[in-house]
C-alpha cells in the first residue's frame, strides 16, 4: 500500500520558519516527481513546489521562491519543504504528492499519490 505521510505544521508567527516532511513507503519513488501543494479554506489547491526523485532539479511557485526550500533525503525515502519568512497568506493546509510521469507538474491531475495533510498557520 502506498503512503504518503506529512508531518511538521503547526503554529509559528510571521517571520518565523518550519519544516515540513513527507515520508514515503509501498513502492520505490526512483521515478517519479514529489510536489507540495497547499490549500487554504475555500480556494483551490496550489502548487508550491516540486523536485525530481532522482535528479534534484527543483521548481517553485513565484509567490514561495527564495522563502521555501524543497529537497529529498534518498535513504530515508522522505522529502522536505524548508519554509521560511512565513507570512499569513502561506496559512494552509500542505499536502505532498507523487507524480509518476515525474515531471515538476504545476498541475493537482498529475500527481497520482497524496498524503493526508498537514495543517500550517502564521499568525501576523
Known amino acids: 500500500q502506498v503512503q504518503l505521510v506529512e508531518s511538521g505544521g503547526g503554529l509559528v508567527q510571521a517571520g518565523g520558519s518550519l519544516r515540513l516532511s513527507c515520508a514515503t513507503s509501498g513502492r520505490a519513488f526512483s521515478n517519479y516527481a514529489m510536489g507540495w501543494f497547499r490549500q487554504a479554506p475555500g480556494q483551490e489547491r496550489e502548487f508550491v513546489a516540486a523536485i525530481t526523485w532522482s535528479g534534484g532539479t527543483t521548481r517553485y511557485a513565484d509567490s514561495v521562491k527564495g522563502r521555501f526550500t524543497i529537497s529529498r533525503v534518498y535513504a530515508k525515502n522522505t522529502v522536505y519543504l524548508q519554509m521560511n519568512s512565513l507570512k499569513p497568506e502561506d496559512t494552509a493546509v500542505y499536502y505532498c504528492?507523487?507524480?509518476?510521469?515525474?515531471?515538476?507538474?504545476?498541475?493537482?491531475?498529475?500527481?497520482?499519490?497524496w498524503g493526508q495533510g498537514t495543517q500550517v498557520t502564521v499568525s501576523s
Open positions: 504528492a507523487a507524480a509518476s510521469l515525474g515531471l515538476l507538474s504545476r498541475d493537482v491531475n498529475n500527481y497520482d499519490y
